[in-house]
């Protein structure tokens, strides 16, 4: 089982900076992108961003272009959420998740349907 552990979420205010942290617990096999996925009280699960592990290929909702970034560190099995300019919209619990697809189009990795294994989540919170 792969076991993936969410970190850095917090509070803070509109215009604020957060970066999470996604770090996989145990040796992993047949994981080839990492996502990132959100969900607000009351609303559906939403994709936010994801990002290939060999060719480093990123995807991002347009929701977030411009002010969050996805990276990765493949020796630590950790990938980054930085998140810039947060407004209150960008509240939710944030999920990582891990896909065996080795690539794709952005409506592969967009759907949570392309994702095995989910972390715990972490909240987020933007105030005004």
């Known amino acids: 089982q792969v076991q993936l552990v969410e970190s850095g979420g917090g509070s803070v205010q509109a215009g604020g900076s957060l970066r999470l942290s996604c770090a996989a617990s145990?040796?992993?096999?047949?994981?080839?992108?990492m996502g990132w996925f959100r969900q607000a009280p009351g609303k559906e699960r939403e994709f936010v961003t994801a990002i290939t592990w060999i060719g480093g290929r990123t995807y991002y909702a347009d929701s977030v272009k411009g002010r969050f970034t996805i990276s990765r560190d493949n020796a630590k099995n950790t990938v980054y959420l930085q998140m810039n300019s947060l407004k209150p919209e960008d509240t939710a619990v944030y999920y990582c998740a891990s896909s065996g697809y080795y690539s794709g189009s952005y409506y592969l990795f967009a759907s949570s349907d392309s994702y095995r294994y989910w972390g715990q989540g972490t909240q987020v919170t933007v105030s005004s």
């Open positions: 145990q040796r992993t096999f047949s994981v080839y992108a």
